[in-house]
T-cell receptor, first 113, second 111 residues
Framework: GESVGLHLPTLSVQEGDNSIINCAYS??????FIWYKQESGKGPQFIID?????DKRQGQRVTVLLNKTVKHLSLQIAATQPGDSAVYFC????????????FGSGTRLQVQP | KAGVTQTPRYLIKTRGQQVTLSCSPI?????VSWYQQTPGQGLQFLFE???????NKGNFPGRFSGRQFSNSRSEMNVSTLELGDSALYLC??????????FGPGTRLLVL
């Protein structure tokens, strides 16, 4: 299972630098957001999530920021490592209706040693 | 705990055939969701099962179906396969909380 898409936006960073991956969502009714990392040949791996009643949440080397005003989500990775190279997906869940996750198209992160 | 497992990992079928994929969720997880991942469409939700009942359904034709057993294991079936069904099929499980954990996927190639 190689990573999705031939035309994914790509972010290239140097090892040790911080990375910021952005995601815009369209559904103002979304109340839960999640970031996944997908390496080649693997399924998506949970990184961090955030509810709409928060605007920031931190994990180990990762921070998610949520700006509901402009419907924008970002994932910050501190001290990026070669092992962080992957495709990153954001996903949102509406608080009504199906409540299934809707995934973004993904961003490819390439870490240069 | 063991993660989500999916079998088989790779599968080759021809048009018109049908296929059944299997997913074993993380122990204790009662919700199982299925997704299709393709380069052109990305990750798309197929359906979710909870306690043997379909709780959510995406916008896929009726050729795509699924079921869940009493032990929470789930299967999905695709009948009358088309070339466009070639994809990575992902299964994800969760408890009643939101965080879904994905399996490695089944790569299906339809010739």
């Amino acid at each position: 299972g190689e990573s999705v898409g031939l035309h994914l936006p790509t972010l290239s960073v140097q090892e040790g630098d911080n990375s910021i991956i952005n995601c815009a969502y369209s559904n103002s009714a979304s109340d839960y957001f999640i970031w996944y990392k997908q390496e080649s040949g693997k399924g998506p791996q949970f990184i961090i999530d955030i509810r709409s009643n928060m605007d920031k949440r931190q994990g180990q080397r990762v921070t998610v920021l949520l700006n509901k005003t402009v419907k924008h989500l970002s994932l910050q990775i501190a001290a990026t490592q070669p092992g962080d190279s992957a495709v990153y997906f954001c996903a949102e869940r509406a608080d009504t209706g199906r409540r299934a996750l809707t995934f973004g198209s993904g961003t490819r992160l390439q870490v240069q040693p | 705990k063991a993660g989500v497992t999916q079998t088989p990992r790779y599968l080759i079928k021809t048009r018109g055939q049908q296929v059944t994929l299997s997913c074993s969720p993380i122990s204790g997880h009662r919700s199982v969701s299925w997704y299709q991942q393709t380069p052109g469409q990305g990750l798309q939700f197929l359906f979710e099962y909870f306690s043997e009942t379909q709780r959510n359904k995406g916008n896929f034709p009726g050729r795509f179906s699924g079921r869940q057993f009493s032990n929470s294991r789930s299967e999905m079936n695709v009948s009358t396969l088309e070339l466009g069904d070639s994809a990575l099929y992902l299964c994800a499980s969760k408890t009643d909380q939101e965080t879904q954990y994905f399996g490695p996927g089944t790569r299906l190639l339809v010739l």
